[in-house]
């Protein structure tokens, strides 16, 4: 018995949510702003600002403690596509017949995507508190690392649900 169409486009749905998870974590750039003609980058492991073609960074150490929750849900999130990949290799490779490792696999793409939107709305909460909390508005732009994540999100969601496709469709 070969993988189904749906399986295999499940399987490269979740590929696609891992690199782009992957990606979004590391990248610096969740938010840019300009504070007096400074550019700064936030990201959740680091803090750069650009002053005259020079790069300044601060890392995770100095960053601020509100992002961790952040970044733990996020790697969660990381965690749960990892562990819906090695499932759905599985499924595909080794445990051909067993319904169940599939089951396991789309629930852990949902969960997956479920952890990804916490650390996303959770990232995006704290930043408009933080930056206009003094009662003066600073003007900031979500950046492409954020962007990933969202992406890696609905990725997830649509193996998760060609995955249920698969599941029904084989019965």
């Known amino acids: 018995m070969e993988a189904s169409k749906f399986l295999l486009s499940g399987l490269l749905l979740t590929v696609c949510a891992l690199i782009f998870q992957l990606v979004g974590l590391a990248s610096p750039n969740?938010?840019?702003t300009y504070v007096q003609g400074?550019?700064?980058?936030?990201?959740?492991w680091?803090?750069?600002?650009?002053v005259r073609k020079r790069n300044w960074?601060?890392?995770d150490k100095d960053v601020r403690d509100f992002l961790e929750p952040?970044?733990?849900?996020?790697?969660?999130?990381f965690i749960s596509l990892l562990f819906a990949l090695?499932?759905?290799?599985?499924?595909?490779?080794?445990?051909?017949?067993?319904?169940?490792?599939?089951?396991?696999?789309i629930g852990s793409t949902f969960v997956g995507a479920f952890f990804i939107l916490v650390s996303i709305a959770d990232?995006?909460?704290?930043?408009d508190d933080d930056f206009n909390s003094d009662g003066e508005e600073l003007d900031y732009d979500f950046?492409?690392?954020?962007?990933?994540c969202i992406i890696a999100m609905l990725s997830s969601l649509s193996a998760g649900a060609v995955m249920i496709a698969d599941a029904v469709k084989t019965g």
Do not use: Y
């Open 30 to 32: 969740w938010i840019t």
């Open 38 to 44: 400074v550019k700064i980058q936030i990201g959740l």
């Open 46 to 50: 680091k803090l750069c600002a650009k």
């Open 57 to 59: 960074c601060l890392e």
């Open 70 to 77: 952040v970044r733990a849900t996020a790697i969660v999130g």
């Open 86 to 105: 090695v499932l759905i290799i599985l499924k595909i490779f080794v445990m051909k017949d067993k319904k169940n490792i599939l089951f396991v696999a």
């Open 123 to 127: 990232f995006a909460r704290k930043i």
């Open 143 to 148: 950046s492409f690392a954020f962007a990933l």
